[in-house]
Nanobody, 124 residues
Framework: QVQLVESGGGLVQAGGSLKLSCTASVLTFYAMGWFRQTPGKERAFVAAISWSGDGTRYADSVKGRFSISRVNAKNTVFLQINSLKPEDAAVYYC???????????????????WGQGTQVTVSS
Protein backbone atom coordinates (compact mmCIF):
# COMPACT_ATOMS: atom_id res chain seq x y z
CA GLN A 1 0.00 0.00 0.00
CA VAL A 2 1.36 3.41 -0.97
CA GLN A 3 1.39 5.98 1.79
CA LEU A 4 1.76 9.73 1.36
CA VAL A 5 2.44 11.97 4.32
CA GLU A 6 2.27 15.76 4.12
CA SER A 7 3.92 18.12 6.56
CA GLY A 8 4.82 21.76 6.90
CA GLY A 9 1.42 23.37 7.30
CA GLY A 10 0.70 25.92 9.98
CA LEU A 11 -0.45 29.42 10.81
CA VAL A 12 1.24 32.17 8.82
CA GLN A 13 0.60 35.87 8.40
CA ALA A 14 -0.57 37.13 5.04
CA GLY A 15 2.46 37.82 2.90
CA GLY A 16 4.46 35.11 4.58
CA SER A 17 5.84 31.81 3.28
CA LEU A 18 5.58 28.12 3.97
CA LYS A 19 7.17 25.03 2.50
CA LEU A 20 5.04 21.93 2.41
CA SER A 21 6.56 18.48 2.06
CA CYS A 22 5.06 15.22 0.91
CA THR A 23 6.91 11.98 1.44
CA ALA A 24 5.72 8.81 -0.23
CA SER A 25 6.81 5.22 0.00
CA VAL A 26 7.20 5.18 -3.79
CA LEU A 27 6.91 8.15 -6.12
CA THR A 28 9.98 8.08 -8.33
CA PHE A 29 8.26 7.23 -11.62
CA TYR A 30 5.01 9.09 -11.04
CA ALA A 31 3.81 12.61 -11.57
CA MET A 32 2.74 14.26 -8.34
CA GLY A 33 0.19 16.91 -7.57
CA TRP A 34 -0.86 19.29 -4.84
CA PHE A 35 -4.49 20.12 -4.27
CA ARG A 36 -6.33 22.11 -1.64
CA GLN A 37 -9.76 22.08 -0.12
CA THR A 38 -11.83 24.35 2.08
CA PRO A 39 -15.03 23.38 3.90
CA GLY A 40 -17.99 22.99 1.59
CA LYS A 41 -15.91 23.18 -1.59
CA GLU A 42 -14.48 20.60 -3.93
CA ARG A 43 -10.83 19.77 -3.88
CA ALA A 44 -9.02 22.18 -6.20
CA PHE A 45 -5.84 21.81 -8.22
CA VAL A 46 -2.85 23.81 -7.08
CA ALA A 47 0.26 22.46 -8.80
CA ALA A 48 1.68 19.36 -10.45
CA ILE A 49 5.08 18.09 -11.48
CA SER A 50 6.02 15.44 -14.03
CA TRP A 51 7.66 12.19 -13.01
CA SER A 52 11.06 13.51 -14.14
CA GLY A 53 10.62 16.93 -12.60
CA ASP A 54 11.10 18.61 -15.97
CA GLY A 55 7.52 19.76 -16.31
CA THR A 56 5.34 21.73 -13.94
CA ARG A 57 1.92 23.32 -14.07
CA TYR A 58 0.04 25.62 -11.76
CA ALA A 59 -3.42 26.91 -11.12
CA ASP A 60 -3.75 30.49 -12.33
CA SER A 61 -4.43 31.68 -8.80
CA VAL A 62 -1.01 30.58 -7.55
CA LYS A 63 1.26 31.22 -10.53
CA GLY A 64 4.27 33.26 -9.58
CA ARG A 65 3.76 32.59 -5.86
CA PHE A 66 3.89 28.80 -5.53
CA SER A 67 6.63 26.47 -6.69
CA ILE A 68 6.52 22.69 -6.86
CA SER A 69 9.66 20.58 -6.85
CA ARG A 70 10.75 17.04 -6.12
CA VAL A 71 13.71 14.99 -4.97
CA ASN A 72 13.13 11.50 -6.26
CA ALA A 73 16.05 10.05 -4.34
CA LYS A 74 14.21 11.03 -1.18
CA ASN A 75 10.72 10.17 -2.44
CA THR A 76 9.69 13.70 -1.55
CA VAL A 77 7.74 16.45 -3.26
CA PHE A 78 7.70 20.05 -2.06
CA LEU A 79 5.38 22.99 -2.43
CA GLN A 80 6.97 26.35 -1.70
CA ILE A 81 4.28 28.90 -0.94
CA ASN A 82 5.19 32.57 -0.99
CA SER A 83 3.21 35.78 -0.63
CA LEU A 84 0.42 33.97 1.16
CA LYS A 85 -3.05 35.41 0.83
CA PRO A 86 -6.07 34.76 3.09
CA GLU A 87 -7.70 32.86 0.23
CA ASP A 88 -4.80 30.37 0.25
CA ALA A 89 -6.00 29.02 3.60
CA ALA A 90 -7.06 25.40 3.12
CA VAL A 91 -6.14 21.82 3.77
CA TYR A 92 -3.42 20.94 1.29
CA TYR A 93 -3.17 17.41 -0.09
CA CYS A 94 -0.50 15.75 -2.16
CA UNK A 95 -1.39 12.99 -4.55
CA UNK A 96 0.34 10.47 -6.78
CA UNK A 97 -0.65 10.04 -10.42
CA UNK A 98 -2.06 6.64 -11.19
CA UNK A 99 0.24 6.07 -14.20
CA UNK A 100 4.01 5.71 -14.35
CA UNK A 101 6.10 8.12 -16.43
CA UNK A 102 3.24 10.56 -16.31
CA UNK A 103 3.11 14.30 -16.78
CA UNK A 104 1.49 16.62 -14.28
CA UNK A 105 -2.29 16.74 -14.34
CA UNK A 106 -4.85 19.11 -12.88
CA UNK A 107 -7.54 16.44 -12.82
CA UNK A 108 -8.18 14.73 -9.49
CA UNK A 109 -9.33 11.60 -11.35
CA UNK A 110 -5.76 11.08 -12.60
CA UNK A 111 -4.53 10.48 -9.05
CA UNK A 112 -5.07 7.34 -7.05
CA UNK A 113 -3.18 7.86 -3.80
CA TRP A 114 -3.68 10.80 -1.50
CA GLY A 115 -2.17 12.00 1.72
CA GLN A 116 -4.14 12.94 4.81
CA GLY A 117 -3.65 16.66 4.26
CA THR A 118 -1.93 19.46 6.11
CA GLN A 119 -3.71 22.62 7.25
CA VAL A 120 -2.54 26.02 6.11
CA THR A 121 -4.05 28.94 7.98
CA VAL A 122 -3.43 32.53 6.96
CA SER A 123 -3.96 35.44 9.34
CA SER A 124 -4.63 38.87 7.88
Amino acid sequence: QVQLVESGGGLVQAGGSLKLSCTASVLTFYAMGWFRQTPGKERAFVAAISWSGDGTRYADSVKGRFSISRVNAKNTVFLQINSLKPEDAAVYYCARNRRTYSEGSANTADYDYWGQGTQVTVSS
